[in-house]
């Protein structure tokens, strides 16, 4: 099961929805059309030419330490062919440094605003979902 949850700034009311985890009976195939732009071409041939691929995926959420940027992306961990291993990259999509994991969505809460800031971000609600969203194309 994932969450979601609204994080929101006290201090200039920027908000965002991000989601978090993985659903129950998701299968990596039907979320791989969310991995960032510049890998999905990879994970495709890969999920492909490897049937028989195992591999652990689920949203995270992670911050820029440039730009302050938070970002929610899918991390893919995939073992194929004879113990090879493919991990996903994660790169801000407003400055391109390296991103960092935040282990504990509550962490945000010691963090600057990535619009004003100001170190008074809060966790406003959060959700469970299971279901496949809206957004979540099958690879094509
Ligand atoms: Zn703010
Ligand atoms: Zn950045």
Known sequence: MGISLDILCRSC???ETFRLGMGADIRLAQVAGLAAEDQRQLLSTLLKAHPDHAGEFEF??????ACS???EQLHVSLLYGNGRHWESAHC????GAPLLRLEDPEEVTALPCPQCGEPL???ETLEFWDELQSDMQPLP
């Open 60 to 65: 995270r959420l992670w911050r820029c330490p």
């Open 92 to 95: 801000c999509p407003m400055c």
């Open 69 to 71: 940027q938070l970002v």
């Open 121 to 123: 971000l809060e966790i």
């Open 13 to 15: 009311g920027w908000t």
